[in-house]
Nanobody, 120 residues
Framework: QVQLVESGGGLVQPGGSLSLSCAASGNIRSINAMGWYRRAPGKQRELVSTITIGGSTNVADSVKGRFTISSDNAKKTVYLQMNSLKPEDAAVYYC??????????????WGQGTQVTVSS
């Protein structure tokens, strides 16, 4: 019922930048929070950053100071600006949204994932 469409990702050199976007659509009554997770090969999925509808953010220590999350509530879109990328940032990045589809049903929804490759 809820779809998350991601854009961005790709190949970048170490020290470079990428910007990810994720737009939520479908049967959405409200969104509580959106954010980004990532999973590198052989590693557990980890939280990168989240932002609530009120603007409160969480940022993983590993990306703090380099990544910035922002959102446009009217567009139901979350962004992730990634600067000073390191090889260890290479992963599949997944968009996440949490909210309500109806007054009765909550949703956790995930995007399909977008590959970020950091390599020279």
């Amino acid at each position: 019922q809820v779809q998350l469409v991601e854009s961005g990702g790709g190949l970048v050199q170490p020290g470079g930048s990428l910007s990810l976007s994720c737009a939520a659509s479908g049967n959405i009554r409200s969104i509580n929070a959106m954010g980004w997770y990532r999973r590198a090969p052989g590693k557990q999925r980890e939280l990168v950053s989240t932002i609530t509808i009120g603007g409160s953010t969480n940022v993983a220590d590993s990306v703090k100071g380099r990544f910035t999350i922002s959102s446009d509530n009217a567009k139901k879109t979350v962004y992730l600006q990634m600067n000073s990328l390191k090889p260890e940032d290479a992963a599949v990045y997944y968009c996440y949204a949490d909210g309500l589809t109806t007054i009765w049903h909550r949703f956790p929804s995930w995007g399909q994932g977008t590959q970020v490759t950091v390599s020279s």
